[in-house]
């Protein structure tokens, strides 16, 4: 049990499933992308553990940038997302995988697949690690999905809860 602020969590997924899960999509990263020299763009704050740890597991030359979004207050998403840290690398005609820690609602892929059109991309991908089925409800799609999982708060392995919680090595659930 960890307790965060107010609020009290129980452990939900270990560090070897996570792994798992991450090496698993990493193979079919790099046969599909292995020779396209890729760009990983990590999305900000709580893709940072799994974009390393993709980028790590990548086998051919790849480049690495970040953006930064924000919805979240506490455990709610606000349904506003601001871009806090933009685009700072040139993406035209380019292969990007999207690294997103989880995808809930959507609100952020449809923002960042806005900015990714106005930067004329060649084409993008969209891998989470985590994946709320019952909660997305736009039709971005994505491409690979590490877990699913049902509508439940989360934190640990890069996820928050009012900014606590990103350095924990396996994921909790709140109680
Ligand atoms: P979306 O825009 O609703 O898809 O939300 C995406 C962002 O909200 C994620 O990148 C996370 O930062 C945050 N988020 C969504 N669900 C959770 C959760 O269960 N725990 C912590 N953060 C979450
Ligand atoms: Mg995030």
Known sequence: MVKLHDLEFEPYISE???MKVIDGISEILNSDFGDKKPVFLGVLNGSFMFASEIIKRFKGDCEVSFVKMGSYEGT???G??????GLNQELKGRQVVLLEDIVDTGNTLVEIDQILKQSQVEDYKVVTLFYKPDAYKKDIPVHYKGMEIPNEFIVGFGLDYDGLGRNLTQVYKRK
Do not use: F
């Open 80 to 85: 506003n997302v601001k871009t806090l840290l």
């Open 76 to 78: 709610e998403t606000t």
């Open 16 to 18: 070897d499933e996570i």
